[in-house]
């Protein structure tokens, strides 16, 4: 099952009078569900020495999530300034930001090294000469190329955008050393919701052997590798969940290993963003229509600016509607938002039980990606999101976007430039 047995059922106690009292839709995230994978993930690795997990902040930047995260020690992976800013906010230091951007401009890199820096990685080795100091830490994002297939949502690393090629890696490092840099790392980021751990293990394999090439050849030793985010979660009933302890056991061979053979192996980092909080969030939104056309529709209170995976990527989230869960006659339904675009559903030819108006839908994890993806096309504000805190009290940690904020943008000192 998508969302586990135990947040639905303490979601479903509270849910009426969480929907009278904050009004739908909203996502809600489970700050229990959320504590005990950090926890899983803190202990699957924590046989290898210095093990860190940069949450990918863009999966779901609220500060009251970031917080919880922190508290397990988490670091924060950030592809932006804003991104930065919200995990300096909430607490995170130096090294624990890995600012993790491409096509990185000017400012971009200022912000980064402001406030005591962060771990710089470079997407590129034109951006080496691009920075204003040299950093003591540096550490590269490499794209092996025809080397790896990648999957669906990333797409295959020969067509990525992303990194340094294998041809460059060394010179990258190279030149690194040239500028004064000390310390080193290397990184990678391929695949996304894979659910085949023996992959990521490819991956970590992949990048130890990079790291092997490139020490040797510089005598230098890596202090980490990252081996990204990816980590995937079983979106529909059938689908079986990602093998967390056998990844890690495959993992701490391969690092041993390094060690035996070189007398040293680097720390192990990664970066999910989707297998840390996405289970652990749904989406609550009312029905308010229904429709019959060609098909059946239910027309329901939210739209894809609250959640537009299944109209971006084609993906599943499991819907199930409050106190019919046990309904055993169900019939085919689109449930849809109100865009003026035929991608705004949230389900197509959907099993689902008969509907009435007020009814609500609960849709599964929408923890990452989710919200955070939102966007006001079609003048569509995004909902607010809650969180159902371990005390079973619920707290608003984003309000809805108000119809002020979406004019927001459109209040500025009149500027123009004229032609004579
Ligand atoms: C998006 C992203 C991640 C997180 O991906 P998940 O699939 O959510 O684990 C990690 N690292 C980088 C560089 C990313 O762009």
Redesign the pocket.
């Known amino acids: 099952m998508p969302m586990s047995d135990s947040y639905m059922k303490r979601l479903s106690k509270i849910l009426p009078q969480t929907v009278k009292t904050f009004g739908t839709p909203f996502h809600i995230y489970d700050e229990k569900g959320i504590k005990e994978t950090c926890c899983k993930l803190n202990t699957a690795f924590e046989n290898i020495g210095g093990f860190k997990e940069f949450f990918?902040v863009?999966?779901l930047p609220n500060p009251s999530i970031m917080k919880i995260l922190r508290k397990e020690g988490f670091g924060f992976?950030c592809?932006s300034t804003p991104e930065i800013e919200l995990s300096r906010q909430v607490g995170g230091l130096k090294e624990d930001i890995m600012f993790?951007s491409n096509n990185t401009s000017a400012p971009q890199f200022k912000a980064a090294i402001k406030n005591g820096g962060c771990i710089l990685n470079l997407d590129d080795i034109s951006l080496i000469s691009k920075l204003a100091d040299t950093p003591e830490l540096i550490c590269f994002r490499y794209n092996p190329g025809p080397r790896r297939k990648g999957n669906k949502i990333i797409g295959n690393p020969v067509e990525s955008k992303y990194g340094v090629s294998h041809d460059q890696i060394v010179d990258a490092y190279s030149q690194s050393i040239k500028l004064g840099v000390k310390r080193f790392g290397i990184h990678t980021?391929l695949a996304?919701?894979e659910l085949n751990f023996e992959y990521m293990v490819e991956t970590t394999r992949m990048l130890l052997d990079i790291t092997k090439l490139v020490c040797e050849k510089l005598n230098i030793t890596f202090e980490f590798i990252n081996i990204?985010?990816?980590?995937g979660i079983p979106y529909t009933p059938d689908t079986p969940p990602f093998d967390l302890n056998a990844m890690a056991r495959e993992t701490i061979i391969l690092f041993n290993k390094f060690k035996k053979q070189n007398g040293w192996a680097p720390k192990l980092y990664m970066?999910?963003?989707?297998?840390i909080t996405g289970p652990h969030g749904v989406l609550v939104t009312s029905v308010i229509n229904h429709k019959n056309i060609y098909r059946k529709y239910i027309g329901v209170d939210a739209s894809m600016s609250a959640l537009m995976r299944p109209g971006m990527y084609d993906a599943y989230h499991h819907i199930h509607v409050h106190e019919k869960e046990n309904d055993t006659q169900l019939e085919k339904a689109d449930v849809v938002g109100a865009l003026c675009e035929n991608i705004d559903k949230f389900a197509v030819q959907r099993e689902l039980p008969d509907t009435v108006e007020g009814d609500i839908l609960v849709i599964h994890d929408t923890g990452?990606?989710g919200h955070a993806m939102g966007f006001n096309y079609n003048g569509h504000l995004r909902p607010k999101e809650l969180l159902l805190k371990e005390d079973s009290s619920v707290e608003m940690i984003r309000r809805a976007e108000s119809i002020d904020d979406y004019f927001s943008t459109l209040n500025f000192e009149p500027k123009t430039l004229t032609f004579t």
């Open positions: 990918a863009k999966a992976d592809s993790t980021m996304s919701n990204g985010g990816g980590l970066e999910s963003g989707r297998f990452a990606h």
